[in-house]
């Protein structure tokens, strides 16, 4: 073996860069191979891709409410930072691992580079279920974190943002440490803020926005109008609960939903807004009255014209995929379908808008916020609403442009220009020393 081609380093005795490593790092290292009978001489620089640039594991220690001393997990992955600042999201659930967290950290490089927002890709996460938290132990494990990670994020280096598990309360605590600690006010340091801490306007629904720009640019294409249309989505927070809402305002009927507590079906349509209401109330969907409880694996056979996976990641698995029955599938989630599920589904005539063009909305307002902070000048809505549907809008056309001269699926399209983005910039900087 060449020295070259050691393993570079060794987690529980599996290097954790192992392509043979856990799902949903060898998804991502799929994808990107995928893409490699595409780069031209770009293609020397491959490997880049599959190697996390910096990898941080931190232990956080707090003391529970009764006196006890609980450890946390934490990671933060800055996957590249060829094109600008590391950005992603911070995920608090008890599922999270390292593996987890370098693939939502390889997504959102390929993400923000599909979109061309100036920024490399990032993620975070906490092993930790933050329902078990009470507010005090939430705040300690926020804060305690964020100093641990302070080391290697800041507003021109890495930005942290919401994910799953997290919201705008505790961007505003993570602010205020990485201030104190600072000893100086910086608002750019995260995004997703609340609006009096210089949060943007329009960025809690952004990401749920931009999935429905997708569906019903590719709606266009494939001749399904939006008035009537049925809808099948996964996740009712603020990606699948937010679209959910969109669709149903624009005359779509929103046939089922589920969440972590229920899967309903209501072929009549669903009452959006009063479905939130009820899980604001109940803390989840579970008996809400509105629509019949449906087994899960039935929920993925529904006839529909979108299927909107907005929970987790690996939710179309391949044994799913055969009995998909939506024209189109819009992945509001990171990761929702597997790349054997991809094939499954093209073999099938499913159209799928993948995942880092669909959920894109969020970090692009992410990036309006960082923008609004750094000169200190804010925006409409209306002008936010705006500039996300020009930016959503162009980048699904130059996808779906690529994807029609190379014939390859819209992820691999996507995966193609924001390869060579990532790639070019990280040749024309050259490596160093
Ligand atoms: N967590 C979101 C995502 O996966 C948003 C990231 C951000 O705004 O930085 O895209």
Redesign the pocket.
């Known amino acids: 073996m060449s020295q070259s081609r050691i393993p570079p380093a060794s987690l529980g005795g599996l290097s954790y860069l192992d392509p043979a490593a856990p799902e949903p790092w060898a998804s991502f290292i799929e994808q990107i191979e995928r893409v490699r009978p595409h780069l031209g001489p770009l293609e020397r620089w491959i490997e880049t891709l599959k190697h996390p640039k910096r990898t941080l594991i931190v232990d956080i220690p707090i003391e529970r409410d009764d006196g006890t001393i609980a450890h946390f997990e934490g990671y933060r992955v800055q996957h590249n930072l060829s094109r600008g600042p590391g950005?992603?999201?911070i995920r608090y659930h008890p599922a999270v691992t390292l593996n987890e967290v370098m693939a939502?950290a390889g997504?959102?490089t390929v993400?923000n580079a599909a979109i061309g927002l100036p920024f490399g890709g990032a993620?975070g996460g906490i092993r930790v279920d933050p329902a078990t938290l009470s507010s005090g132990e939430l705040e300690r494990v926020t804060r305690r974190f964020t100093s641990e990670i302070g080391i290697i994020i800041g507003p021109d280096r890495d930005?942290?943002?919401?994910?799953v598990g997290t919201n705008a309360k505790i961007m505003a605590m993570m602010m205020d440490t990485f201030s104190m600690n600072r000893g100086g006010t910086a608002t750019g340091v995260v995004?997703?803020k609340p609006v009096a801490l210089g949060g943007s306007l329009g960025r809690q629904e952004a990401?749920g926005r931009g999935v429905y720009f997708c569906a019903r640019e590719a709606g266009k294409r494939q001749h399904i109008a939006m008035e009537g249309a049925r809808i099948v989505v996964q996740g009712f927070g603020n990606v699948g609960g937010i679209a959910a809402r969109l669709f149903r305002a624009a005359g779509a009927r929103v046939i089922a939903i589920a969440d972590h507590t229920a899967t309903l079906v209501n072929e009549s349509g669903i009452d959006i807004p009063a479905a939130q209401a009820w899980a604001a109330e109940h803390a989840g969907l579970a008996g809400f009255p509105g629509a019949a409880p449906i087994d899960i694996e039935d929920f993925w056979q529904l006839e529909c014209d979108y299927l909107v996976p907005a929970a987790l990641e690996g939710q179309i698995t391949p044994e799913r995929a055969t009995g998909v029955r939506a024209r189109v599938v819009v992945e509001g989630a990171?990761g929702p379908t597997t790349p054997a599920a991809d094939d499954v589904l093209r073999s099938r005539g499913v159209l799928v808008v993948p995942d880092v063009l669909a959920?894109?909305g969020?970090?692009t307002?992410?990036y309006f916020e960082w923008v609004q902070d750094f000169s200190s000048f804010f925006w409409t809505e209306d002008e936010i609403n705006a500039r996300l549907e020009r930016i959503m809008v162009n980048a699904f056309d130059a996808i779906w442009q690529v994807a029609q001269e190379k014939q390859v699926p819209l992820r691999t399209a996507a995966f193609i220009i924001a390869c060579h983005r990532v790639l070019e910039a990280r040749a024309e900087r050259g490596l160093y020393p």
């Open positions: 950005k992603g999201g939502l997504w959102m993400k993620k930005i942290p943002a919401p994910d995004t997703g990401t990171n959920n894109a969020g970090v307002v992410s």
